[in-house]
């Protein structure tokens, strides 16, 4: 694994700027005309935020059909970025495995869509 430095602090107040919420997976499908192979999910994050869409490169461990109804984090408040043919709304976050593959953050177990991680 390589080496990785030291991130530069932040604030409290830095750190607060990041929205980053739960939500369930209410669909997923193989995203057509995606550089590299990816999922198109629309996540549902409850009455204050609703349903967004979001382009997960999680193909090596999910199958889109396993996903519906999982609940997974991701950041909110980022401007939406067009990906392929779809504009991503939110950043569905996860950690690298040995091989760099995504393994999405769910949390241990099921709590209301659209609570805030602090």
């Known amino acids: 694994m390589p080496e990785v430095s030291s991130p530069p ?4 107040d ?3 700027k990041v929205d980053i919420r739960v939500g369930t997976i209410v669909g997923a499908e193989p995203l057509a005309g995606a550089r590299k192979p990816a999922l198109r999910l629309r996540i549902d994050f409850g009455p ?4 967004k869409t979001s382009s997960a490169q999680i193909t090596k461990h999910y199958e889109p059909a396993a996903l519906i109804g999982r609940q ?3 950041v909110v408040n980022f401007p939406p970025r067009q990906i392929g043919k779809t504009m991503s709304e939110v950043l569905t976050l996860g950690f690298p495995d040995g091989n760099g593959e995504v393994v999405l953050i769910m949390p241990e177990r099921p709590v209301p869509d659209g609570g805030r991680l602090f």
């Not at 602090?9 to 409290?12: L, V």
């Not at 204050?48 to 349903?51: A, C, S, V």
Request: net charge neutral.
């Open 48 to 51: 204050g935020i609703g349903l």
């Open 14 to 16: 830095d750190f607060s």
């Open 72 to 74: 997974v984090a991701a």
């Open 9 to 12: 602090r932040i604030t409290f």
